[in-house]
């Protein structure tokens, strides 16, 4: 129930972070969704990279569509301001949101069906002006809520649980925002918490759209034998390219010993992303080499999943509007309205 | 047919242009307009275009009229016939003894022409042919050679025309000169093969004052950057774009921070009207005042979310400029249309504060109020324009805002009130006018944070499907928008100059049409007392004003009588006593349409007399 709060009980020895936070102040109330559902597995891994990151809690919109991904801002960050807002629509909630006020930390939770159907043109548009956002879709292939009708992420030839094949395309909304310009891009999986979190913690820490598609089996409709979204399924056929370790300026917060070499990149925040190769073809800088390399291994059957593409010199939608630093939301009468002076040379000039 | 005797009249006659669209002749027309108001003589103009760029017919009609009447008149008193494909139409339209002013460098057939008009032929190609080879220069300049012509005609004052010219040129010395010299080329042309002036003729006069010419969308833009707008998103249709256009502009002017250059406000322009009114949304929810515009087929768009706005409470403002539906209907038209799909917009029982502005100056000052209406009452709040005040040039009384004024952000809790232990439930109406709190995202680290949704909730907007908490939220809301009624403006009445049992309802752009029609009726001895409605919910004067008469005329420029119907349902009126009077043809309302309709239902009730056979 998610008017019933968690206990605010916790053990004394709970780490805690530069703010002094434990994980229990990124918590929210209890989730409503099923047992095992990976979604949930997203929502921690949101609260442990806004812990990690030592973000304070209340300098976070929560912003989703609706759905079953879109209850998820409830379960987490519970002294955040949250908008569970219309179907397909978080986009452009955020867009607005986002131009009101430069100086929070905007989080769009949204779904397959939220996003690759209803909502596919915000989240196109929204991706291609640039909105400083991460954008995380919790992509499970169907219609959860509605009890599991196929959405447009499902795969071309997967059975649905009453037996049904799909024999539509389907859509590859990291391939898409890659080609819209998102100038951060990474696919990943809900079952898979060390690739995630880095991911979300350098996605937060990003300039500009950053664009996260999770593949989150729904148990209750999209974890059988014949879906291509199923734990055993998205285990079996999982191609991480790369392995994310993220540096803020002070000590290291993620770092697994691995082989493969290590690519530094640093943000515009002075973050820095050690990217830690799997596949030595894979360049996480070049949008052309990921666009095809997505698509060559969606032919092959196989889920590519890593930070795909990184500008980490990207600007955002406030840069292009040349607005000024303060947040709008903030600007008063005197900054707003010109006065009776700069009218009475109006009325002069319309006579 | 028989000569009628050509119409004398001064400073009170219609002129209308019939043009081919994209032909550049509306600049010279609107200083046609201009000029005649530097007579100290108010023009009321109107355009009258296609949903099209180039090629189709377009009108430009304009109302001398010394009175200041400044609704549309309807009949054409001189036309001048420029487009071909229209001409037929044209020709028929002139009313009898007026005038006909036509390119007479090809002979045309009798056949083509009426006897009861004086016809006036300028060779206007022939003389545009001979003094410019560039095309380009031939079709401008050819239209302010017949500027020119009529100047004369007219008997202008050429001295007005060529200060406007060299305001509107200023810098540009080549294009000033030349524009002179072709108005010229036409003026000395008919001085010296015309007879001139005609009979209607322009003469000075001091009737215009201070007051401005300006066009309701621009207005409206400013009153949006008056009032405070920092985000505009918006989707382009006709006739609400130049809205968002001016409001651009605007701000490009007035509102860059001069240190830094850069931009206190944001402009997006959205992929449709669902994100417009969706950024509008997540910015209204953040604390920034912001709006979009739209028309009829955008505010269908936009209903899911203006029900969220109502439900969520989240202040938000549109301005619909008007235009002829159903469906695309006529884009380039006029109506007022949108009434009930503004006031009753999305699913659910919901309902929306409307104002009505009358003209560009009210335009002004209510677009600036809705931004304090909308964070006051914490919802959508419209402002209904239409084609007619939207898109066409207005004379005006001039914009004025008062300096001492201050923003109203409505019931917003700071962090200092968080910390001093005010309780806060985003729907928990502490003063029992219905309007609940609300905090900015980011307002504290651990108070005051709440989940905005629109499914229900209780009053510390907590998720539940309890009947009880929800039927609480709803009537809140109901009191909410009771409290509304005294919030938004009030109407303004009227009284006729003796006592009558009858009265009339008209908003909007009616206005004019309306108080010309007045005088009208009561030279055919019809008294009414008048009410203008300025907004929805209406105030107690309405259902009080409809119970002091027998029964009320409502004038509008729709179909179905929307505001009728909207005041029979929220006021509890038995429709009988609500007479509709109705056009919506797409044209602009006229004072002899209102005074014809009024006037001849109310020689119905008069008893009269019967008189003898051949008495």
Partial sequence: ?351 | MPAASPISSVNDFVVRFANVNGSGSASANELFARSILRHGVPVSPRNIFPSNIQGLPTWYEVRVTEDGHLGARGGVDMMVAMNPQTWDKDVASIEPGGYLFYDSTKPMPSSKFRDDISVIGVPLTAITNSTYTDPRQRQLFKNIIYLGALSALFEMDAKLIEQLIGEQYKGKEKLLSSNVHALHLGRDWALQNLKCPIGLRVRKADKVGDRIFVEGNSAAALGAVYGGASVCAWYPITPSSSLADAFTSHCKRLRHDPATGKAKYAIVQGEDELASIGIVIGAGWNGARAFTATSGPGISLMQEFIGLSYFAEIPAVIMNVQRAGPSTGMPTRTQQCDVISCAYASHGDTKHPLLFPEDPAEAFDMAAQCFDLAERLQTTIFLMLDLDIGMNHRLSRPFKWDDSKQLDRGKVMTAAMLDDGRDFGRYLDVDGDGIPYRTYPGTHPTKGSFFTRGTSRDRYARYTEEGPAYQDNMQRLLRKFETAKDLVPRPLQANAGKPTKYGVIYYGSTTPAMDEAIGMLEARGHQLDRLRVRAFPFHSSVPNFIADHDFVYVVEQNRDAQLRSLIVNECGIDPVRLVPILHYDGTPITARFIAKAIGDHLDQLKVTPLRKVGA
């Avoid at chain 1, 968690?6 to 709970?14: N, R, T």
């Avoid at chain 1, 912003?63 to 955040?80: A, H």
């Avoid at chain 1, 390219?241 to 990149?265: F, S, Y």
Wanted: charged share 20%; hydrophobic share 40%; net charge neutral.
């Fill in chain 1, 1 to 351: 129930m998610t008017y019933i709060a968690k206990p605010k009980f916790h053990h004394p020895g709970l780490p805690k972070n530069e703010l002094g936070y434990t994980h229990r102040d990124y918590e929210g109330k209890i989730s409503t969704l099923c047992a095992g559902c990976g979604h949930d597995s997203i929502t921690a891994a949101i609260i442990e990279a806004c812990f990690q990151l030592s973000i304070e809690p209340h300098r976070v919109a929560k912003i989703s569509g609706i759905g079953c991904s879109s209850k998820t801002p409830d379960y987490f960050l519970g002294n955040s301001h949250g908008f569970n807002s219309v179907h397909g629509r978080m986009p452009s909630v955020l867009t607005g949101a986002n131009l009101a006020n430069r100086d929070l930390i905007y989080l769009g939770v949204s779904g397959d069906g939220d996003s690759a159907s209803i909502g596919f043109g915000q989240f196109a548009h929204s991706i291609r002006r640039g909105v400083n956002m991460t954008y995380i879709v919790e992509n499970n292939g169907v219609y959860g809520l509605t009890k599991g009708q196929f959405s447009a992420t499902a795969d071309r030839g997967s059975k649905s649980k009453r037996g049904v094949v799909n024999s539509d395309n389907a859509i590859d909304l990291a391939a898409m925002a890659l080609q819209l310009g998102a100038s951060f891009v990474a696919r990943s999986f809900s079952g898979d918490k060390t690739q995630l979190v880095p991911i979300v913690e350098a996605a937060i820490r990003h300039k500009g759209a950053a664009f996260i598609d999770v593949i989150s089996p729904c148990v209750a409709f999209n974890n059988h034998a014949g879906s291509t979204k199923s734990f055993d399924y998205v285990r079996e056929h999982n191609e991480a390219v790369n392995r994310l370790d993220i540096i803020t300026g002070r000590a290291p917060i993620h770092i697994e010993q691995a082989p493969g070499t290590v690519q530094m990149v640093e943000q515009h925040d002075g973050t820095r992303l050690a990217l830690r190769k799997l596949d030595a073809d894979y360049d996480a800088h070049d949008r052309l080499a990921a666009m095809a390399f997505l698509q060559k291994h969606a032919a092959k059957g196989q889920v590519v999943t890593g930070l795909l593409y990184v500008d980490p010199e990207a600007d955002d939608l406030h840069s292009h509007l040349n607005t000024v630093d303060a947040a709008l939301n903030t600007l008063e009468a005197k900054d707003l309205c010109p006065g009776q002076s700069a009218l009475d040379k109006i009325n002069a000039a319309l006579r």
